[in-house]
C-alpha cells in the first residue's frame, strides 16, 4: 500500500501518525525506502520499511462513514466471554498486533466486561488502557474532537452494549427455565398417552 506525504496513518501499537516524508537509506549495502512517520501522542519519529508496510500492519486512518460502523459495532451487545486467561490473553494480544480499530474495539469490549466482574491482571489492564488510548485519538483526529468527548460517547456505547448483553443473557435464562419447566409436562403426557396403548395389548 503506497503512502504520500501528509498521510494519516495508523501504526500499530503506537497509534495515529504523519507521513513527513519518504527517502531511501543503504544499510548493511542494502538500499531501502522508509517512511518516517510522526507519532502525534509522543511526537516520536519511526522509520518504517516500504517494503514492511504489509507485514506490520500500517494503514490509513478510517473515514466518517467507518467511525458510524465502528460506534455500532463498540454497542452491539456481542461479547467474547473467554475465562481462560492464556487464551484471552493470546486472542486480545493478536487482536491489538494487527492494527484494526476494529479488532481493538473487540479488546475493548471484552475487557471492559470482564473488569465488571474481577479485577483484571496489570497485563491486561495496560492493553485495555492501550486499545480504548488508541480508538479515541483516532477518532478524536478523524472528527476533529476533542479526546474527552470522544471518550464519552465510548462510554456511552459501552454501557449499551453491556445493557444489551444484559437483555440478551436474561432471555436466554428466562426460555431455559420456561424449557425446564415444559419437560415435567411433556414426559407426563407421553405417560398418560402411553397407557391406553398399554391396557388394549393386555386384553
Not at 42 to 52: C, G, M
Not at 76 to 94: A, L, V
Request: charged content about 30%; some cysteine.
Amino acid at each position: 500500500m503506497g503512502f504520500s506525504i501528509g498521510d494519516k496513518v495508523i501504526y500499530p501499537n503506537h497509534g495515529l501518525g504523519v507521513v513527513e516524508k519518504v527517502e531511501e537509506r543503504t544499510i548493511l549495502g542494502t538500499t531501502c525506502g522508509f517512511f518516517h512517520l510522526r507519532i502525534l501522542s509522543n511526537e516520536t519519529t519511526v522509520l518504517v520499511p516500504v517494503a514492511n508496510v504489509d507485514n506490520v500492519g500500517l494503514r490509513r486512518a478510517i473515514t466518517d462513514e467507518e467511525v458510524d460502523r465502528l460506534f455500532t459495532l463498540i454497542g452491539d451487545g456481542k461479547i467474547d466471554n473467554h475465562q481462560n486467561w492464556k487464551g484471552r490473553f493470546k486472542d486480545n494480544s493478536d487482536k491489538m498486533r494487527t492494527g484494526s480499530i476494529y479488532d481493538m474495539a473487540d479488546v475493548l469490549k471484552n475487557l471492559t466486561f470482564l473488569a465488571k466482574s474481577k479485577s483484571l491482571s496489570f497485563r491486561e489492564k495496560r492493553m485495555l488502557d492501550r486499545a480504548k488510548s488508541l480508538i479515541v485519538s483516532e477518532i478524536s483526529e478523524v472528527l476533529r474532537v476533542t479526546p474527552a468527548d470522544i471518550e464519552d460517547r465510548v462510554n456511552k456505547a459501552l454501557e449499551r452494549c453491556f445493557m444489551m448483553k444484559a437483555r440478551a443473557t436474561q432471555r436466554a435464562t428466562q426460555r431455559a427455565a420456561t424449557r425446564a419447566k415444559a419437560a415435567p409436562a411433556k414426559a407426563t403426557s407421553a405417560r398418560a398417552s402411553a397407557a391406553p396403548r398399554r391396557q388394549a395389548r393386555a386384553s
